[in-house]
Structure formats: C-alpha cells, structure tokens
C-alpha cells in the first residue's frame, strides 16, 4: 500500500522559497505520477503540478508558472516541490497525491486513490 508523506512548510516571507517533499513508502514511486495540490481556508483544492512517471512530463497551473517547479527522484523514491518568489497569496495546506502512470486525473480532474497528510506554508511579513 502505497503511503505519501509531504514535509519542507512553514513560514516564510514574500519573495522567499520552500522546497516541499513528498516521499514514499510501501511502494516504488516508478509507476506513479505524483501531483501537487493545495488548499486555502475558505477556497476549494486547487492543483498545483504534476509529474508523470517514466516521461517526466509537467504541469503547472497558471498561479505557479515561472515560479514553482517539480522534480523526481525516483531512487529516493522523493518528489520535490521548489517554491520561488513565493507570495502570500502561496499560503495554503499542499497536499500530494499519486496515480498510476500519467497526469490523467490532473489534467482531467479526476479522482486520487492516495494521499498525503499536508503540510502547511504561510507566507506572509
């Protein structure tokens, strides 16, 4: 059974970065993709990124572009999340989340048999 922790929130000021990391247990990551996903208090979950698996195809969405970007180690059996330039608006619980092979539920919307915890980032002076 597949388990995902996510670590590396916290608070940091406007401008600053975060690298969060989503690690694995209880299986290989090799097979899956892993997504990004956050939510802010009041607003609905929002995805973030995504990673496919053997590919290493990427997606971001719009608030994050040229700011955010994702990596694998799939040795460490790691995905990593570098944060740059962050803002406040950045503050939110980031979730990870994995499906097998690609980014389809991502891109699609649809749904996640595997979940992390959540860490929190706050961003703010």
């Known amino acids: 059974q597949l388990q995902l922790v996510e670590s590396g929130g916290g608070l940091v000021q406007p401008g600053g970065s975060l690298r969060l990391s989503c690690a694995a247990s209880g299986s290989t990551l090799d097979n899956y993709a892993i997504a990004w996903f956050r939510q802010a208090p009041g607003k609905e979950r929002e995805g973030v990124s995504c990673i496919s698996s053997s590919d290493g195809i990427t997606y971001y969405a719009d608030s994050v572009k040229g700011r955010f970007t994702i990596s694998r180690d799939n040795a460490n059996n790691t995905v990593y999340l570098q944060m740059n330039s962050l803002k406040p608006e950045d503050t939110a619980v980031y979730y990870c989340?994995?499906?097998?092979?690609?980014?389809?539920?991502?891109?699609?919307?649809?749904?996640?048999?595997?979940w992390g915890q959540g860490t929190q980032v706050t961003v703010s002076s």
């Open positions: 989340a994995a499906e097998d092979y690609f980014c389809s539920a991502y891109v699609l919307g649809g749904g996640y048999d595997y």
